[in-house]
Antibody, heavy 116, light 106 residues
Framework: EVQLVQSGAEVKKPGESLKISCKGF????????LGWVRQMPGKGLEWMGIIYPADSDTRYSPSFEGRVTMSADRSISTVYLQWNSLEASDTAIYYC?????????WGQGTLVTVSS | DIQMTQSPSTLSASIGDRVTITCRASQTIGMWLAWYQQKPGKAPELLIY???TLESGVPSRFSGSGFGTEFTLTISSLQPDDLATYYCQQYDNYSSFGQGTKLEIK
């Protein structure tokens, strides 16, 4: 069974750094692009960017470029989403999703809460 | 970047109704359009890709149509389990989502 399993919920203070993860199971990890999607509380889905784990080729939405960093470790079938300095407005659920035709597999989501 | 605009934002319908949601792209995206269903507290699920191809396991009451800049998602006979928010997504040029349509059951 194809699965994406994300790391657990995080509570951070403004200015802190954070790295969350998404691990793939049940498929050839390096053959599919993986995207990240933000969902702020009570709001819609926002596309953040996408990474190709085979070579870490990355494309960012202009809205998120410079604010986050996507990376991959293909040896452990894992992609990461990282912040160097969190803000309260980063409070959201973050989903990873595998791109086939559309995003056909989603992780369970990681809730990130940023509060002083 | 490509802007996706869904209408309506909220839709109230009765069981058995035919329901249609529209998605417009700010520039042509060919057939590269997907639809998702998101239930409260859950991750989104893919319903339709390439504008009109039903994802495996999705009930046949869901259908999609359109090409270029105008797309529709239709539920032929609304069921109680269809209570959810629906999103369109273009994946022609990077990607972007519509703002969502919340479907309420009357």
């Amino acid at each position: 069974e194809v699965q994406l399993v994300q790391s657990g919920a995080e509570v951070k203070k403004p200015g802190e750094s954070l790295k969350i993860s998404c691990k793939g199971f049940g498929y050839s990890f390096t053959k599919y692009w993986l995207g990240w999607v933000r969902q702020m509380p009570g709001k819609g889905l926002e596309w953040m960017g996408i990474i190709y784990p085979a070579d870490s080729d990355t494309r960012y939405s202009p809205s998120f470029e410079g604010r986050v960093t996507m990376s991959a470790d293909r040896s452990i079938s894992t992609v990461y989403l990282q912040w160097n300095s969190l803000e309260a407005s980063d409070t959201a659920i973050y989903y990873c999703a595998r791109q086939g035709d559309g995003y056909n597999t989603w992780g369970q989501g990681t809730l990130v809460t940023v509060s002083s | 970047d490509i802007q996706m605009t869904q209408s309506p934002s909220t839709l109230s319908a009765s069981i058995g109704d035919r329901v249609t949601i529209t998605c417009r792209a700010s520039q042509t995206i060919g057939m590269w359009l997907a639809w998702y269903q998101q239930k409260p507290g859950k991750a989104p699920e893919l319903l339709i890709y390439k504008a009109s191809t039903l994802e495996s396991g999705v009930p046949s009451r869901f259908s999609g149509s359109g090409f270029g800049t105008e797309f529709t998602l239709t539920i032929s006979s609304l069921q109680p389990d269809d209570l959810a928010t629906y999103y369109c997504q273009q994946y022609d040029n990077y990607s972007s989502f519509g703002q969502g349509t919340k479907l309420e059951i009357k």
